[in-house]
C-alpha cells in the first residue's frame, strides 16, 4: 500500500510540474466561438508554422518530424541576430496531420492515406512565436523543414486526455464529424492531432485535441 501511495504522489508531482510547465509556453491565439461540453469552435489569429513531411505509423512519424522541426528551433538555422543559429521558444501544441487526406464531414473516420503510392505520409509543424514575422525568422538549414503563414480561420476541436494512439483519434475525429454535422459546420482541410504536453506527462494529465479547419461561414 505505501509503494502505491508513493508512485500515485509520484504521479500527481509529475503532473502538476507538467501543467505548470505547459502554462509557461505560448499558444496559438484564438477567440472561443461556442462550446459544446469538449466541443468548441474556435477563431484562430494569423500564425506562422515550421512544417515537415515524414513517413511511418503516427507514433513514427511523430518522432521523426519532432527531431526534424526540434533540430531547426534549437539552431540550425540560419539567423539576423547570430551566425551561429538562434534558439526559438518551443511553443504548443505539437500538430500533425495525413498528408492529402480529405475527410467527409459526416463519413466515419478513414486512416487510409488518400495517396495510396506514398502511404502513411503525415505533415506535423510548430506554430512559431507570436513576436516573429517570415521576415525575422531564422531560415532553417535542413530543406526538410518548410516555414508558412496560416491566414485566420475558424476551427471545429474536441479535447481529450490520455494516450493518443491511432485508434483512438480515429474515434475522436468521428466524435468531432457527427458534432459538426449537426451543428452545419463544413471543413475545408484534414483534421490534425494537436498534443500539447512532454512525452512523459502521465496520461490523465495529458491534453490532446482534434483540430479540423472550417470553411468561411
Known sequence: ?????????????????????????????????????????????????????????????????????????????LAQSSPAGEKIAMTAPVTMARDGEKIAMTAPVNMTPANRAVPNTWRMHFVMPSRYTMATLPTPKNAAVKLREVKPQQVAALRFSGFSGEEKVAAKTAQLNEWMAKASLSASGVPQLARYNMPLTPPPFRRNEILIPLSAP
Not at 502538476?16 to 499558444?27: D, Q
Not at 507514433?59 to 533540430?71: M, N, T
Open 1 to 77: 500500500m505505501k509503494l502505491i501511495l508513493s508512485l500515485l504522489t509520484v504521479i500527481m508531482l509529475v503532473g502538476c510540474a507538467t501543467i505548470e510547465a505547459v502554462t509557461n509556453i505560448e499558444e496559438p491565439g484564438y477567440k472561443l466561438l461556442r462550446q459544446d461540453g469538449d466541443f468548441e469552435l474556435r477563431e484562430y489569429d494569423a500564425m506562422i508554422i515550421a512544417e515537415v513531411t515524414v513517413r511511418g505509423t503516427l507514433d513514427e512519424a511523430s518522432g521523426r518530424g519532432f527531431r526534424l522541426i526540434a533540430d531547426y528551433i534549437f539552431g540550425n538555422n
